[in-house]
């Protein structure tokens, strides 16, 4: 499986960006896609999950009620819409593919494929 992350780019603080998960190889069918970002220097950071049979989402509480999560189906594409972003949103954006159980998606050792990451920069 491949995953290519895209979307990130520089905004002002209150902006908003739409980052897209596709993947190639197979579709999302039976996974969990998770959202995790990481900043220079810091953890890997959960930031959201969905479950892609059944449509089940989390997000991190530093998030919820900015970031929202939507896909096409026909695209075998996972959205995360990032309203007013903040500059400790600033990170390196990354989608990973699981399998494990719920209570885990926060856990981005247990991811088994990574997209390559695209930054997010916001300026305050």
């Known amino acids: 499986v491949q995953l290519q992350a895209s979307g990130g780019g520089l905004v002002q603080a209150g902006g908003s960006l739409r980052l897209a998960c596709a993947a190639s190889?197979?579709?999302?069918?039976?996974?969990?896609v998770g959202w995790f970002r990481q900043a220079p220097g810091k953890e890997r950071e959960f930031v959201s999950a969905?479950?892609?049979?059944?449509?089940?989402?989390r997000y991190a509480d530093s998030v919820k009620g900015r970031f929202t999560i939507s896909r096409d189906i026909a695209k075998n594409t996972l959205y995360l819409q990032m309203n007013s972003l903040k500059p400790d949103d600033t990170a390196v954006y990354y989608c990973?593919?699981?399998?494990?159980?719920?209570?885990?998606?926060?856990?981005?050792?247990?991811?088994?494929?990574w997209g390559q990451g695209t930054q997010v920069t916001v300026s305050s």
């Open positions: 190889g197979r579709t999302f069918s039976g996974y969990i």
């Open positions: 990973g593919l699981t399998r494990i159980v719920w209570s885990e998606v926060a856990n981005h050792k247990r991811y088994d494929f």
């Open positions: 969905f479950r892609w049979s059944g449509g089940t989402t």
